[in-house]
């Protein structure tokens, strides 16, 4: 099966919007990265949608929906907190975790009471919403605990033939998964750090009922693992860690340096290939996973990430970086 490539246009997005009503899989674009999208009510094409990704059954999926009022289309109750919530950041990179109805079927929920549900902020997704009439679950678009897709190519290099379409919407904006908040209660407890950050959300940390971890998708398996070893630096020392990795693997290292002027001094060392030098913690979070994805083409033996200080989205960029290192380092034998 070849991948249907579509663009953003009405007919093109028609055409996505039937094969979705019929049970297929469809890539679609939204603010955060990019979603692999089938209809929620649809528990056949749920399965379908593990298989294509080979995501553990155990990992619940994130439902989009059009508008606030579609949330109870698979929640049972938007509590007092959720609404407020929603009114603040709703459509956006924000994810609640409520009570789930009773017909929402398990493969969306894994098993659990609570269903993740959001409103992404991106005409494309709102879109297809509309003209599906449906909510949709759509976990990120690529091969389970691979780097998350921010492009259509990484769509394709993950799932061509997996799927039966992907729709082109361009580079996602925000390029880091959404926040996802436990809104059971009267405080938000986050469950995965993201675009909507602590400060925003007016809370001081994550909270410690770790017990709610496992209700939010992306937080209990293997994730954003590229395919060669990420090595995290502190502030500033990003060239030094590179070249006494080039010396200790032997081979060409990447480096992904921050500097607020956006330029780092030449460097001596040949074996250092520089893949971009981003301004902040956002900019390095927009672009992080297409610069993972891409290291792996340039013919670096590992790639070196200098840290960023973890407040406001320096948080989610940090959680996916610690998550990418882990992810790629090698274990010990036993």
């Not at 494309?124 to 919403?129: E, F, G, I, P, T």
């Not at 992306?218 to 994730?223: E, I, L, S, V």
């Amino acid at each position: 099966m070849t991948t249907l490539r579509l663009t953003s246009s009405h007919d093109d997005l028609a055409r996505a919007a039937e094969i979705l009503c019929a049970g297929g899989l469809v890539a679609i674009p939204t603010e955060t990265v990019y979603g692999l999208a089938v209809r929620a009510d649809d528990a056949d094409a749920v399965a379908r949608l593990y298989v294509a990704k080979d995501r553990p059954a155990d990992n619940p999926l994130i439902v989009h929906v059009a508008d606030v009022d579609a949330v109870l289309s698979v929640a049972r109750e938007v509590t007092p907190l959720a609404r407020d919530l929603l009114a603040r950041f709703a459509p956006g990179p924000l994810t609640l975790v409520l009570p789930a109805r009773d017909d929402v079927p398990d493969a969306v929920t894994a098993g659990l009471d609570t269903v993740a549900v959001r409103i992404p902020d991106h005409p494309v997704a709102l879109a297809l919403l509309h003209l599906a009439g449906v909510p949709l679950a759509a976990p990120s678009a690529n091969r389970s605990t691979r780097p998350s897709p921010t492009r259509v190519e990484h769509v394709l290099a993950d799932l061509d033939g997996r799927i039966d379409a992907v729709v082109d919407g361009g580079p996602t904006r925000v390029g880091l998964e959404s926040t996802v908040v436990d809104a059971r209660g009267v405080v938000p407890i986050v469950l995965r750090e993201g675009g909507v950050t602590h400060e925003m959300l007016g809370v001081t940390g994550v909270a410690e009922a770790r017990t709610s971890a496992h209700r939010s998708p992306g937080t209990r398996h293997r994730h954003y693992a590229p395919a060669l070893p990420v090595h995290l630096a502190e502030p500033g020392t990003g060239p030094g860690v590179a070249v006494a990795l080039v010396a200790e693997l032997g081979g060409p290292v990447g480096l992904i340096a921050v500097r607020a002027s956006g330029a780092l001094e030449p460097l001596t060392a040949t074996d250092v290939t520089v893949l971009a030098v981003p301004r902040d913690a956002a900019e390095l979070g927009a672009e992080m996973f297409t610069l993972l994805r891409a290291a792996e083409s340039r013919g670096v033996a590992a790639v070196v990430v200098e840290a960023v200080a973890e407040e406001g989205i320096g948080r989610a960029v940090m959680d996916r970086l610690r998550r990418a290192a882990d992810a790629t380092a090698p274990t010990s034998a036993s």
